[in-house]
Protein backbone atom coordinates (compact mmCIF):
# COMPACT_ATOMS: atom_id res chain seq x y z
CA UNK A 1 0.00 0.00 0.00
CA UNK A 2 1.41 3.72 -1.31
CA UNK A 3 0.19 6.73 -0.78
CA UNK A 4 0.54 9.52 -3.57
CA UNK A 5 -0.19 13.43 -3.14
CA UNK A 6 -0.47 15.57 -6.13
CA UNK A 7 -1.01 19.04 -5.53
CA UNK A 8 -2.58 21.56 -7.38
CA UNK A 9 0.30 22.65 -9.59
CA UNK A 10 0.48 18.77 -10.87
CA UNK A 11 -3.12 19.34 -12.44
CA UNK A 12 -3.55 22.93 -13.39
CA UNK A 13 -4.05 21.88 -17.21
CA UNK A 14 -5.04 19.59 -19.63
CA UNK A 15 -1.58 18.46 -20.67
CA UNK A 16 -0.80 17.83 -16.79
CA UNK A 17 -3.78 15.81 -15.72
CA UNK A 18 -2.49 13.81 -18.86
CA UNK A 19 0.91 13.71 -17.49
CA UNK A 20 -0.87 12.48 -13.94
CA UNK A 21 -2.76 9.53 -15.82
CA UNK A 22 0.73 8.47 -17.53
CA UNK A 23 2.75 8.51 -13.78
CA UNK A 24 0.07 6.28 -12.33
CA UNK A 25 -0.15 3.51 -15.84
CA UNK A 26 3.26 2.84 -14.30
CA UNK A 27 2.57 1.96 -10.87
CA UNK A 28 -1.18 0.50 -11.97
CA UNK A 29 -0.29 -2.90 -10.55
CA UNK A 30 0.23 -1.03 -7.08
CA UNK A 31 -2.66 -0.49 -4.47
CA UNK A 32 -2.98 3.38 -4.04
CA UNK A 33 -4.54 5.57 -1.58
CA UNK A 34 -4.05 9.42 -4.14
CA UNK A 35 -4.62 12.58 -2.56
CA UNK A 36 -5.85 15.29 -4.63
CA UNK A 37 -5.98 18.71 -4.36
CA UNK A 38 -7.85 21.76 -5.87
CA UNK A 39 -6.76 22.80 -9.71
CA UNK A 40 -4.03 25.60 -9.97
CA UNK A 41 -5.41 28.76 -8.28
CA UNK A 42 -8.98 27.63 -7.93
CA UNK A 43 -8.23 27.57 -3.57
CA UNK A 44 -6.94 31.49 -4.34
CA UNK A 45 -9.78 32.06 -6.62
CA UNK A 46 -12.88 30.55 -4.12
CA UNK A 47 -11.33 32.76 -1.22
CA UNK A 48 -12.05 35.87 -3.54
CA UNK A 49 -15.61 34.21 -2.91
CA UNK A 50 -16.08 34.12 -0.04
CA UNK A 51 -14.75 37.35 0.71
CA UNK A 52 -17.32 38.79 -1.60
CA UNK A 53 -20.24 37.04 0.57
CA UNK A 54 -18.84 37.88 3.73
CA UNK A 55 -19.12 41.59 2.34
CA UNK A 56 -22.34 41.47 1.41
CA UNK A 57 -21.45 41.34 -2.60
CA UNK A 58 -23.95 38.47 -3.43
CA UNK A 59 -23.38 39.53 -7.05
CA UNK A 60 -20.24 39.85 -7.10
CA UNK A 61 -19.76 36.31 -5.19
CA UNK A 62 -22.15 34.77 -7.42
CA UNK A 63 -19.92 36.01 -10.55
CA UNK A 64 -16.26 34.83 -9.26
CA UNK A 65 -17.86 31.27 -8.77
CA UNK A 66 -19.35 31.02 -12.03
CA UNK A 67 -16.04 31.59 -13.92
CA UNK A 68 -14.86 28.48 -11.38
CA UNK A 69 -17.83 26.59 -12.82
CA UNK A 70 -16.95 27.32 -16.14
CA UNK A 71 -13.25 26.73 -15.81
CA UNK A 72 -13.94 23.25 -14.27
CA UNK A 73 -16.88 22.33 -16.53
CA UNK A 74 -14.24 23.49 -19.25
CA UNK A 75 -11.63 21.69 -18.10
CA UNK A 76 -13.75 18.27 -17.89
CA UNK A 77 -15.11 18.60 -21.60
CA UNK A 78 -11.34 19.27 -23.28
CA UNK A 79 -10.40 15.64 -21.16
CA UNK A 80 -13.33 13.79 -20.93
CA UNK A 81 -15.51 12.07 -23.76
CA UNK A 82 -17.51 8.86 -22.36
CA UNK A 83 -17.35 9.46 -18.87
CA UNK A 84 -18.29 13.27 -19.26
CA UNK A 85 -22.29 13.24 -18.80
CA UNK A 86 -21.69 11.93 -15.03
CA UNK A 87 -18.83 13.88 -14.21
CA UNK A 88 -20.70 16.59 -14.90
CA UNK A 89 -23.60 15.70 -13.05
CA UNK A 90 -21.40 15.68 -10.06
CA UNK A 91 -20.07 18.37 -10.44
CA UNK A 92 -23.37 20.49 -11.20
CA UNK A 93 -23.96 19.13 -7.74
CA UNK A 94 -21.51 20.53 -6.04
CA UNK A 95 -22.27 23.69 -7.88
CA UNK A 96 -25.38 23.88 -5.96
CA UNK A 97 -23.75 23.10 -2.76
CA UNK A 98 -21.87 26.46 -2.27
CA UNK A 99 -24.93 28.29 -4.84
CA UNK A 100 -27.33 27.45 -2.25
CA UNK A 101 -25.29 29.25 0.34
CA UNK A 102 -23.92 32.24 -1.56
CA UNK A 103 -27.95 32.70 -1.77
CA UNK A 104 -28.84 33.16 1.37
CA UNK A 105 -26.88 36.27 3.67
CA UNK A 106 -24.01 36.00 5.66
CA UNK A 107 -24.77 35.00 9.58
CA UNK A 108 -22.00 33.37 10.97
CA UNK A 109 -18.30 34.09 10.70
CA UNK A 110 -15.62 34.59 7.95
CA UNK A 111 -13.75 31.47 9.31
CA UNK A 112 -17.04 29.30 8.71
CA UNK A 113 -18.38 30.70 5.33
CA UNK A 114 -14.55 29.89 4.42
CA UNK A 115 -14.19 26.12 5.02
CA UNK A 116 -18.09 25.38 3.12
CA UNK A 117 -17.05 27.49 -0.03
CA UNK A 118 -13.53 26.78 0.01
CA UNK A 119 -13.64 22.84 0.51
CA UNK A 120 -15.29 22.62 -3.26
CA UNK A 121 -12.14 23.20 -4.76
CA UNK A 122 -10.87 19.55 -3.67
CA UNK A 123 -14.44 17.98 -4.53
CA UNK A 124 -14.72 19.45 -8.29
CA UNK A 125 -10.66 18.27 -9.03
CA UNK A 126 -10.92 15.07 -7.72
CA UNK A 127 -14.22 14.50 -9.47
CA UNK A 128 -12.55 15.22 -12.92
CA UNK A 129 -9.47 13.43 -12.15
CA UNK A 130 -11.52 10.12 -11.56
CA UNK A 131 -13.72 10.17 -14.16
CA UNK A 132 -10.42 11.05 -16.61
CA UNK A 133 -8.28 8.20 -15.12
CA UNK A 134 -11.51 5.87 -15.48
CA UNK A 135 -11.57 6.77 -18.98
CA UNK A 136 -8.03 5.95 -19.39
CA UNK A 137 -8.45 2.14 -17.83
CA UNK A 138 -7.50 3.04 -14.78
CA UNK A 139 -10.27 2.32 -12.53
CA UNK A 140 -10.68 3.98 -9.81
CA UNK A 141 -12.87 4.40 -6.59
CA UNK A 142 -13.84 8.24 -5.62
CA UNK A 143 -14.56 9.01 -1.89
CA UNK A 144 -15.87 12.13 -0.38
CA UNK A 145 -12.86 12.73 2.41
CA UNK A 146 -15.49 14.47 4.46
CA UNK A 147 -16.95 11.30 5.37
CA UNK A 148 -13.95 9.82 6.69
CA UNK A 149 -11.57 12.36 8.46
CA UNK A 150 -13.69 13.62 11.55
CA UNK A 151 -12.88 16.94 12.98
CA UNK A 152 -13.41 19.61 15.50
CA UNK A 153 -15.41 22.98 14.37
CA UNK A 154 -12.23 25.20 14.36
CA UNK A 155 -12.75 26.39 11.26
CA UNK A 156 -9.88 27.16 8.74
CA UNK A 157 -7.24 25.09 11.25
CA UNK A 158 -9.33 21.77 12.34
CA UNK A 159 -8.49 19.40 14.86
CA UNK A 160 -8.78 15.88 13.69
CA UNK A 161 -10.91 13.29 15.99
CA UNK A 162 -7.98 10.41 15.05
CA UNK A 163 -10.05 7.50 16.77
CA UNK A 164 -13.38 8.33 14.73
CA UNK A 165 -10.98 9.21 11.51
CA UNK A 166 -9.43 5.22 12.06
CA UNK A 167 -12.22 3.95 12.51
CA UNK A 168 -13.47 5.27 9.45
CA UNK A 169 -11.01 4.66 7.12
CA UNK A 170 -11.12 1.09 8.45
CA UNK A 171 -14.32 0.93 7.59
CA UNK A 172 -14.84 2.34 4.41
CA UNK A 173 -11.37 2.89 2.81
CA UNK A 174 -9.47 -0.35 3.62
CA UNK A 175 -12.84 -2.16 1.65
CA UNK A 176 -12.61 -0.11 -1.03
CA UNK A 177 -9.27 -1.61 -2.49
CA UNK A 178 -10.78 -4.82 -2.69
CA UNK A 179 -12.77 -3.35 -6.09
CA UNK A 180 -10.11 -1.24 -7.50
CA UNK A 181 -6.39 -0.80 -6.86
CA UNK A 182 -6.59 2.99 -6.76
CA UNK A 183 -8.51 5.09 -4.39
CA UNK A 184 -9.26 8.70 -4.86
CA UNK A 185 -9.78 11.33 -2.31
CA UNK A 186 -9.34 14.75 -0.91
CA UNK A 187 -6.46 16.54 0.56
CA UNK A 188 -6.86 19.61 2.92
CA UNK A 189 -10.92 19.10 4.08
CA UNK A 190 -12.78 17.14 6.58
CA UNK A 191 -16.03 17.57 8.56
CA UNK A 192 -17.65 18.24 12.09
CA UNK A 193 -20.11 15.48 13.49
CA UNK A 194 -22.74 18.16 12.09
CA UNK A 195 -21.12 17.61 8.37
CA UNK A 196 -20.28 20.98 8.47
CA UNK A 197 -16.98 21.61 5.92
CA UNK A 198 -13.57 22.18 7.58
CA UNK A 199 -10.02 22.60 6.43
CA UNK A 200 -7.20 21.46 8.02
CA UNK A 201 -4.65 24.88 7.47
CA UNK A 202 -2.89 26.00 4.45
CA UNK A 203 -1.06 23.04 2.53
CA UNK A 204 -3.31 20.47 4.62
CA UNK A 205 -3.28 18.04 1.89
CA UNK A 206 -0.03 17.23 3.21
CA UNK A 207 -1.39 16.22 6.02
CA UNK A 208 -4.14 14.30 4.83
CA UNK A 209 -1.73 12.12 3.31
CA UNK A 210 0.38 11.58 6.23
CA UNK A 211 -2.70 10.78 7.95
CA UNK A 212 -3.93 7.84 5.51
CA UNK A 213 -0.49 6.44 5.42
CA UNK A 214 -0.23 6.52 8.92
CA UNK A 215 -3.74 4.39 9.40
CA UNK A 216 -3.18 2.30 6.48
CA UNK A 217 0.31 1.25 7.62
CA UNK A 218 1.29 2.45 4.01
CA UNK A 219 4.85 1.27 2.95
CA UNK A 220 5.70 4.98 1.68
CA UNK A 221 4.76 8.32 1.05
CA UNK A 222 5.21 10.04 -2.04
CA UNK A 223 4.72 13.95 -2.71
CA UNK A 224 4.17 14.83 -6.49
CA UNK A 225 6.04 18.21 -7.26
CA UNK A 226 7.12 20.68 -9.88
CA UNK A 227 10.76 20.45 -8.91
CA UNK A 228 13.24 17.65 -8.93
CA UNK A 229 13.38 17.77 -5.40
CA UNK A 230 13.75 19.44 -1.94
CA UNK A 231 15.58 22.16 -2.37
CA UNK A 232 17.86 24.16 0.07
CA UNK A 233 15.79 27.77 -0.36
CA UNK A 234 12.49 28.36 -2.72
CA UNK A 235 13.76 28.47 -6.33
CA UNK A 236 11.08 30.81 -6.41
CA UNK A 237 12.86 33.01 -4.13
CA UNK A 238 16.60 32.74 -4.87
CA UNK A 239 18.33 32.31 -7.98
CA UNK A 240 20.73 29.65 -7.13
CA UNK A 241 19.59 26.75 -5.52
CA UNK A 242 21.22 23.07 -4.14
CA UNK A 243 19.07 20.26 -4.19
CA UNK A 244 19.17 17.98 -1.33
CA UNK A 245 18.81 13.86 -1.98
CA UNK A 246 18.54 12.90 1.60
CA UNK A 247 16.84 14.48 4.82
CA UNK A 248 15.44 13.04 7.57
CA UNK A 249 12.11 13.52 10.09
CA UNK A 250 14.29 16.11 12.49
CA UNK A 251 15.46 18.19 9.90
CA UNK A 252 12.08 18.39 8.06
CA UNK A 253 10.74 19.52 11.54
CA UNK A 254 13.01 22.47 11.95
CA UNK A 255 12.52 23.69 8.16
CA UNK A 256 8.72 23.48 8.51
CA UNK A 257 8.80 25.08 12.09
CA UNK A 258 10.67 27.95 10.52
CA UNK A 259 8.21 28.63 7.45
CA UNK A 260 10.14 26.26 4.32
CA UNK A 261 6.42 25.39 2.31
CA UNK A 262 8.33 22.12 1.39
CA UNK A 263 6.17 20.17 3.83
CA UNK A 264 3.07 20.78 6.30
CA UNK A 265 4.39 21.23 9.76
CA UNK A 266 1.70 19.06 10.97
CA UNK A 267 3.01 16.18 8.64
CA UNK A 268 5.59 14.73 9.78
CA UNK A 269 4.89 13.17 12.76
CA UNK A 270 2.37 10.66 11.75
CA UNK A 271 4.93 9.34 9.37
CA UNK A 272 7.94 9.48 11.99
CA UNK A 273 5.35 7.22 14.73
CA UNK A 274 5.25 4.58 12.13
CA UNK A 275 8.91 4.98 10.44
CA UNK A 276 7.22 5.78 7.09
CA UNK A 277 9.55 7.28 4.52
CA UNK A 278 8.59 10.27 2.50
CA UNK A 279 9.18 10.52 -1.27
CA UNK A 280 9.03 14.49 -2.77
CA UNK A 281 8.69 12.99 -6.64
CA UNK A 282 9.15 15.27 -9.59
CA UNK A 283 5.76 14.53 -11.89
CA UNK A 284 7.62 16.63 -14.77
CA UNK A 285 10.52 13.96 -15.10
CA UNK A 286 9.62 11.42 -12.47
CA UNK A 287 13.08 9.36 -13.84
CA UNK A 288 14.92 11.83 -11.20
CA UNK A 289 15.70 10.65 -8.23
CA UNK A 290 13.70 13.40 -6.09
CA UNK A 291 14.54 13.31 -2.11
CA UNK A 292 13.77 10.71 0.44
CA UNK A 293 13.12 11.65 4.25
CA UNK A 294 13.19 9.06 6.92
CA UNK A 295 15.31 8.39 10.08
CA UNK A 296 18.60 7.89 9.00
CA UNK A 297 21.61 10.61 10.32
CA UNK A 298 22.63 13.65 8.07
CA UNK A 299 26.15 14.63 7.41
CA UNK A 300 27.29 18.09 5.48
CA UNK A 301 23.72 19.33 4.85
CA UNK A 302 23.86 23.12 2.51
CA UNK A 303 22.86 26.27 4.65
CA UNK A 304 19.21 25.57 3.83
CA UNK A 305 16.96 29.04 4.20
CA UNK A 306 13.80 30.38 4.50
CA UNK A 307 12.30 33.54 3.68
CA UNK A 308 8.97 34.83 5.03
CA UNK A 309 7.61 38.12 3.30
CA UNK A 310 4.44 40.32 4.41
CA UNK A 311 5.77 40.00 8.40
CA UNK A 312 4.74 42.58 10.73
CA UNK A 313 6.64 43.13 13.64
CA UNK A 314 4.20 43.70 17.08
CA UNK A 315 6.05 45.58 20.05
CA UNK A 316 4.61 46.62 23.22
CA UNK A 317 5.60 48.59 26.08
CA UNK A 318 4.26 48.63 29.50
CA UNK A 319 2.71 51.98 29.68
CA UNK A 320 4.30 53.23 33.39
CA UNK A 321 7.86 51.53 32.49
CA UNK A 322 7.15 48.84 34.85
CA UNK A 323 8.98 45.62 33.91
CA UNK A 324 7.04 43.41 31.79
CA UNK A 325 6.35 40.34 33.78
CA UNK A 326 4.35 36.96 32.79
CA UNK A 327 0.87 38.13 33.37
CA UNK A 328 1.47 40.83 30.65
CA UNK A 329 3.60 37.83 28.14
CA UNK A 330 0.58 35.52 29.08
CA UNK A 331 -2.35 37.77 28.00
CA UNK A 332 -0.56 38.35 24.68
CA UNK A 333 0.17 34.54 24.04
CA UNK A 334 -3.66 34.45 24.90
CA UNK A 335 -4.90 36.72 22.39
CA UNK A 336 -2.36 34.86 19.50
CA UNK A 337 -3.91 31.25 20.73
CA UNK A 338 -7.33 32.58 20.47
CA UNK A 339 -6.79 34.32 17.25
CA UNK A 340 -4.56 31.20 15.78
CA UNK A 341 -2.08 33.60 15.35
CA UNK A 342 1.97 31.72 15.68
CA UNK A 343 4.86 33.92 16.62
CA UNK A 344 7.66 33.43 14.66
CA UNK A 345 9.89 35.27 16.51
CA UNK A 346 9.74 36.65 20.00
CA UNK A 347 12.34 38.88 22.34
CA UNK A 348 11.57 39.70 25.35
CA UNK A 349 13.46 43.07 27.72
CA UNK A 350 13.04 44.98 31.05
CA UNK A 351 9.82 47.07 29.61
CA UNK A 352 8.53 45.90 26.14
CA UNK A 353 7.62 42.39 24.29
CA UNK A 354 8.49 41.89 20.83
CA UNK A 355 7.02 39.52 18.43
CA UNK A 356 6.85 38.84 14.74
CA UNK A 357 3.97 37.26 13.14
CA UNK A 358 2.50 36.55 9.53
CA UNK A 359 0.46 39.57 8.41
CA UNK A 360 -3.35 38.18 8.50
CA UNK A 361 -4.65 42.10 8.88
CA UNK A 362 -7.97 41.03 10.67
CA UNK A 363 -6.35 39.40 13.33
CA UNK A 364 -3.29 41.54 13.58
CA UNK A 365 -6.12 45.12 14.16
CA UNK A 366 -7.75 42.56 17.16
CA UNK A 367 -4.75 41.88 18.67
CA UNK A 368 -3.13 45.48 18.92
CA UNK A 369 -6.67 47.08 19.88
CA UNK A 370 -7.23 44.25 22.71
CA UNK A 371 -3.37 44.83 23.57
CA UNK A 372 -3.81 48.72 23.50
CA UNK A 373 -6.03 48.39 27.10
CA UNK A 374 -3.10 47.91 28.63
CA UNK A 375 0.05 48.45 26.69
CA UNK A 376 2.16 50.91 24.66
CA UNK A 377 1.59 49.47 20.95
CA UNK A 378 3.67 49.65 17.44
CA UNK A 379 3.27 47.88 14.66
CA UNK A 380 6.06 47.63 11.70
CA UNK A 381 4.53 46.16 8.55
CA UNK A 382 5.97 45.02 5.04
CA UNK A 383 9.26 43.37 6.44
CA UNK A 384 10.91 39.97 5.93
CA UNK A 385 12.07 37.46 8.18
CA UNK A 386 15.04 35.65 7.42
CA UNK A 387 16.29 32.10 8.55
CA UNK A 388 19.12 30.53 7.88
CA UNK A 389 20.25 26.96 9.59
CA UNK A 390 23.78 25.39 9.17
CA UNK A 391 24.93 28.94 8.23
CA UNK A 392 27.18 30.39 7.14
CA UNK A 393 29.13 33.98 8.18
CA UNK A 394 29.61 34.24 3.92
CA UNK A 395 25.67 33.13 3.46
CA UNK A 396 24.52 35.74 5.73
CA UNK A 397 26.79 38.80 4.50
CA UNK A 398 25.49 37.63 1.01
CA UNK A 399 21.60 37.65 1.94
CA UNK A 400 21.80 40.58 4.33
CA UNK A 401 23.71 42.92 1.62
CA UNK A 402 22.22 46.20 1.59
CA UNK A 403 19.17 45.23 4.28
CA UNK A 404 18.50 46.78 7.59
CA UNK A 405 18.63 43.98 10.25
CA UNK A 406 15.84 44.82 13.01
CA UNK A 407 16.32 42.06 14.55
CA UNK A 408 18.55 38.79 15.17
CA UNK A 409 18.64 35.85 16.88
CA UNK A 410 21.64 33.52 16.52
CA UNK A 411 22.24 29.70 18.05
CA UNK A 412 24.98 27.62 16.43
CA UNK A 413 22.46 26.23 14.15
CA UNK A 414 20.31 28.65 13.07
CA UNK A 415 20.32 32.55 12.83
CA UNK A 416 17.08 34.33 12.37
CA UNK A 417 17.34 37.77 11.11
CA UNK A 418 14.27 40.86 10.56
CA UNK A 419 15.06 42.79 7.70
CA UNK A 420 14.02 46.12 5.84
Known amino acids: MKVFKFGGISINSVERISNLGKILQ ?7 LLVVSAMGKTTNALEKVVEAFVDNRQDDALQLFDKIKKQHITTAKYVLVTHYLPCEKKLKDF ?29 LST ?44 EVVKPSFEKTNFVLTQGFIGATDENESTTLGREGSDFTAALFANVLDATDVTFWKDVESVMNADPKQFETVTPINTLNYKELIEMSFYGAQVIHPKTIKPLQNKNIPLYVKCFIDPDLAGT ?20 VLLKVTTKDFSFVGDHEV ?9 LH ?12 FTCVLDDWPE ?58
Open 26 to 32: FWQEEKI
Open 95 to 123: FTEVEWLLHDEPQRDYDYYYDQIVCIGEL
Open 127 to 170: TIISAYLNEIGLSNTWLDVRDIIRTNDDFRNAAVDWSFTTEKIN
Open 292 to 311: IINNQPLHQLPPIIVLKEKQ
Open 330 to 338: GQLYGMMEE
Open 341 to 352: LKPNLTQIGAID
Open 363 to 420: KIEKIAGKAASFLDVALSRNLSLLTIRHYTEDIIDELTKGKQILLRQQTTDTVQMLLQ
